[in-house]
């Protein structure tokens, strides 16, 4: 993905270029990413509305390590980061409905998402990081039986459980 703090930097055995993440380019993309989100969000789109309802219902988690998080997702390409938001919030809103403006938590998932989360199809072990120090996600297909949950309800912790390892 192009992005203007890649230049000159080699990919590493993955392709993947990591830019230097200093204190000034991490301010300089927060203040990019606040102007282009105001842009994005001065009128009312089918693609941002899930955002703007975010925005109005729970202001107070769009901290910079969520924008972060993003724009590392896109090598900090700013325009793209806020797409992602866009559609982030869409989709946390479409699984989570009026739960999806508060703070991410087991708690905060439905009493019938219990069993689909204790299952173990998707883990994030805690100890295990790796070299950059990123979650390490496990699957295990074996367990996956969709007779004992439904479908929206693995959903829900799938997304539960990437959104806790993206932090």
Request: with cysteine; aromatic share 10%; proline share 3%.
């Amino acid at each position: 993905m192009k992005s203007d703090v890649t230049e000159g930097l080699d990919p590493d055995m993955y392709g993947q270029v990591h830019p230097h993440e200093t204190p000034e380019l991490l301010l300089r993309k927060l203040q990019e990413f606040d102007r282009i989100l105001r842009q994005r969000t001065s009128h009312e789109t089918e693609d941002n509305l899930g955002l703007l309802r975010a925005l109005h219902k729970c202001h107070e988690l769009f901290t910079a390590s969520f924008k972060i998080r993003f724009m590392r997702s896109v090598v900090f390409n700013v325009d793209e980061a806020v797409k992602m938001v866009e559609r982030y919030w869409n989709k946390r809103i479409e699984l989570f409905g009026i739960k999806a403006f508060s703070e991410m938590t087991q708690d905060s998932l439905f009493t019938e998402d219990e069993y689909a989360l204790h299952l173990g199809y998707l883990r994030i072990h805690p100890d295990a990081l790796d070299e950059r120090g990123r979650a390490v996600i496990f699957l295990d297909p074996s367990l996956h039986d969709s007779r004992q949950y439904s479908r929206e309800s693995m959903c829900r912790v799938i997304f539960y459980m990437l959104d806790t390892a993206f932090r």
